[in-house]
């Protein structure tokens, strides 16, 4: 009987723990453009949920505008990471002031698809 018991007793523990390696893809949800790429990606189902959910958050778009005097000029819609996005802001925020105006940027979030797929 007592083996039985050691069983039950670890089997949550190797359903739960174990590790799978998955690749992750980010695509843009109104054309399917490939914006961001996970090669590999290591941990438990819980950690992949996790990293999806982090890459969901992290990858937007965003588009600056300001007003030129002589008209509107427009980064365009653009997409990224994090790093990517927060520097064009930068860049439109600075080049604004540099023309003694201001930049206004508009972050559109829930714009892509995260699906990670075992390697």
Do not use: H
């Amino acid at each position: 009987m007592r083996k039985p018991a050691r069983i039950l007793l670890f089997a949550p523990i190797l359903l739960f723990g174990c590790t799978k390696c998955v690749e992750c893809e980010i695509k843009l949800k109104e054309s399917q453009d490939v914006i961001g790429r996970v090669d590999e990606f290591c941990g438990t189902n819980k950690k992949v949920e996790e990293e999806e959910e982090r890459l969901n958050e992290d990858y937007t778009c965003l588009e600056c505008l300001v007003n030129t005097g002589l008209g509107e000029a427009t980064s365009g819609v653009q997409c990224g990471d994090r790093a990517f996005t927060d520097s064009i802001e930068a860049d439109w925020k600075q080049g604004a002031f540099d023309l003694g105006t201001t930049a206004n940027c508009k972050y559109y979030r829930d714009t892509v698809n995260v699906s990670c797929l075992l390697k």
